[in-house]
T-cell receptor, first 115, second 110 residues
Framework: NAGVMQNPRHLVRRRGQEARLRCSPM?????VYWYRQLPEEGLKFMVY????????ESGMPKERFSAEFPKEGPSILRIQQVVRGDSAAYFC?????????????FGPGTRLTVL | GENVEQHPSTLSVQEGDSAVIKCTYS??????FPWYKQELGKGPQLIID?????GEKKDQRIAVTLNKTAKHFSLHITETQPEDSAVYFC?????????FGTGTRLQVFP
């Protein structure tokens, strides 16, 4: 059973470009979470999605950031008009349940560098 | 909202010694407390977790304790080995999202 997959592993963008980060959850998992980790810091929750639904986006910046988890295909975290402050590691996690006792399994992350 | 504090930020131990990392949380409604190990350049790896209806859980050299009244939970690693060296994060959860502590960098010297 493959783990959580994220691509690309590394992404370089210039200021003002768009970044698209993809996450394929573990087989059988229908809940996806995105977290951001700045260098030498902990992980910060961004958004929690179920298939075709956003459950909790309280950690997502109001502008430029969006996320989706379509019925078919991976979850996508999209950052428009990137700025240098968006440089970070973005991790996706998945879980099989939506209840509060879920175990979340993380992917290897996408390291975004904004030049 | 929930806030999780973690101490110490760095911890150095000799191989074979024990290591203890402590966390406190603020929201009494949190009911799930996982611990993650993160190695350089990798994603966090779930190593152990505890639910609010349990006071202690053990898995080989790793144990976690939870004091709901004081809102404290701790990670205990016994007989440490060099491969235990990593950054460890505690987290608290209710309704799905994880709120992480700031991490503890553990170094185990041979």
């Amino acid at each position: 059973n493959a783990g959580v997959m994220q691509n690309p592993r590394h992404l370089v963008r210039r200021r003002g470009q768009e970044a698209r980060l993809r996450c394929s959850p573990m087989k059988g998992h229908s809940h996806v979470y995105w977290y951001r980790q700045l260098p030498e810091e902990g992980l910060k929750f961004m958004v929690y999605l179920q298939k075709e639904n956003i459950i909790d986006e309280s950690g997502m910046p109001k502008e430029r950031f969006s996320a989706e988890f379509p019925k078919e295909g991976p979850s996508i975290l999209r950052i428009q008009q990137v700025v240098r402050g968006d440089s970070a590691a973005y991790f996706c996690a998945s879980s099989p349940l939506g209840e509060s006792y879920n175990e979340q399994f993380f992917g290897p992350g996408t390291r975004l560098t904004v030049l | 909202g929930e806030n999780v504090e973690q101490h110490p930020s760095t911890l150095s131990v000799q191989e074979g010694d024990s290591a203890v990392i402590k966390c406190t949380y603020s929201d009494s409604a949190s009911n799930y407390f996982p611990w993650y190990k993160q190695e350089l350049g990798k994603g966090p790896q779930l190593i152990i977790d505890i639910r609010s209806n349990v006071g202690e859980k053990k898995d080989q050299r790793i144990a976690v304790t939870l004091n709901k009244t004081a809102k404290h939970f701790s990670l205990h690693i016994t007989e440490t080995q060099p491969e235990d060296s990593a950054v460890y994060f505690c987290a608290a959860s209710k309704l799905g999202k994880l709120i992480f502590g700031t991490g503890t960098r553990l170094q185990v010297f041979p």
